[in-house]
């Protein structure tokens, strides 16, 4: 019974740890010297993680992207791609930048789509292994309290 109680603390406490770490407050979306840092406040950030540029979703998602540049633009949203063992931003390659270490950072496996929106307050917005189409992703952007303020501004 002894045991049976330590383990039940004992997952409480994990649990409890977790939701802590999880908690955007506790456990900041970047890194240091990681170039999203750099973007807060001032840019939302799609990262897009794939095992491969062959990967069915990695290629959806390129389509819909393709789609989307006005949108991406008008929404300060800038694209970043981990492919393999490579990192770029909008198609250029970020050659200092760890893709491991992107890929812990933002709780991507390596052999799995990942998709991540990180907002202009370095919060992630999205964490999902799907891809996301224009009205997905423009209507949750839409409806943050910071677009909805630069819409108030004008900036359209």
Known sequence: MFTFLLS?????????????????TVMPVTVQGDPLNSLRWHHRALVVFTPTDQHPHWQDQQAHLDG??????????LVF????????????DLPHSDAQQWREDFIAPNDRFTLVLIG????VKMHQDRPVDEAE????????????????MGRM
């Not at 202009?120 to 919060?123: L, T």
Request: no cysteine; proline share 3%.
């Open 120 to 123: 202009k307050d370095g919060e």
């Open 68 to 77: 989307m540049l006005a949108g991406l633009r008008e929404r300060d949203l």
């Open 137 to 152: 992703l423009f209507e949750l952007i839409d409806a943050m309290p910071m677009r909805m303020h630069e819409r108030g």
């Open 81 to 92: 791609e981990v492919v393999g063992e490579s990192v770029s931003m909008e198609g250029r």
């Open 8 to 24: 039940l603390i004992g997952r409480g406490i994990g649990l409890a740890i977790l939701m802590l770490s999880l908690h955007p």
